[in-house]
């Protein structure tokens, strides 16, 4: 078995929370750091003891000594806004990685309690502390897990996509703010009103 084979096949034990508790980006780095970098098999917080001895078994590793912590079978914690006390500045939705959070710019956050895995990371990015954690009368299970990493994929395409975008709109303003150094009146008024609308379509796009 090749060790991207292998790679993958961890992975597939992980619970793609992406909640980053093993000190990993996400949960394919830890499968990668722990076939490529020989990282401890009993990092990963929210898989506890069942995510360990799984990955045990696959490595055919002795687990014994790893298993310290609570089984994956627990319940699953939601995220939620508290509405009134929001102020709408966007910072949770770029922190959450499966894109469960909707709002807009100044405008009252919500958690789409469906999608939530329950990472908490957007819990440390709110600047008015209105983010709370409770509990669900779910356990995370293999398909929830499934689910969460195909939403995680696609929230990184999505923010691949913006950041190209953004990149094109603005190398667009430098290039016309070249062009402005050999013109004047209304055609300034007309490119820097166009500038404007560039502008402002980028920030739009940072905040989907
Ligand atoms: S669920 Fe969290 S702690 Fe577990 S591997 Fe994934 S990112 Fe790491
Ligand atoms: S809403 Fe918060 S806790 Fe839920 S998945 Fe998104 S970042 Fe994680
Ligand atoms: S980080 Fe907090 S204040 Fe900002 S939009 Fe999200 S919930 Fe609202």
């Given amino acids: 078995m090749s060790r991207k084979e292998l790679i993958s096949i961890i992975d597939d034990s992980l619970p793609q ?31 506890g003891n069942n995510v360990t001895k799984e990955i045990a078994d696959k490595l055919k590793l002795d687990e014994t000594n790893q298993l310290d912590r609570d089984d994956f079978k627990k319940q699953l914690m939601l995220a939620y806004v508290e509405e009134d006390e929001c102020i709408g500045c966007t910072l949770c939705i770029k922190a959450c990685p499966v894109s469960a959070i909707i709002g807009s710019n100044k405008l009252m956050h919500s958690v789409i309690q469906d999608w939530c895995t329950g990472c908490e990371l957007c819990l440390k990015t709110c600047p008015v502390d209105c983010i709370k954690m409770k509990s669900s009368e779910k356990i995370w299970t293999k398909e929830d897990a499934e689910t969460a990493r195909k939403r995680y994929k696609k929230t990184k395409e999505r923010i691949y996509k913006n950041s190209i975008n953004n990149h094109s709109l603005m190398s667009n303003v430098y290039d016309n703010k070249h062009e402005d150094e050999n013109i004047g009146g209304d055609d300034l008024n007309q490119k820097n009103s166009l500038i404007a609308k560039i502008l402002k379509k980028a920030r739009d796009m940072r905040t989907d």
Avoid at 35 to 40: D, H, K, R, Y
């Fill in 17 to 47: 929370t992406q909640c980053k508790k093993c000190g990993y980006e996400d949960c394919m780095s830890y499968a990668n750091a722990i076939v490529n970098e020989n990282a401890s098999i009993s990092l990963c917080d929210p898989g």
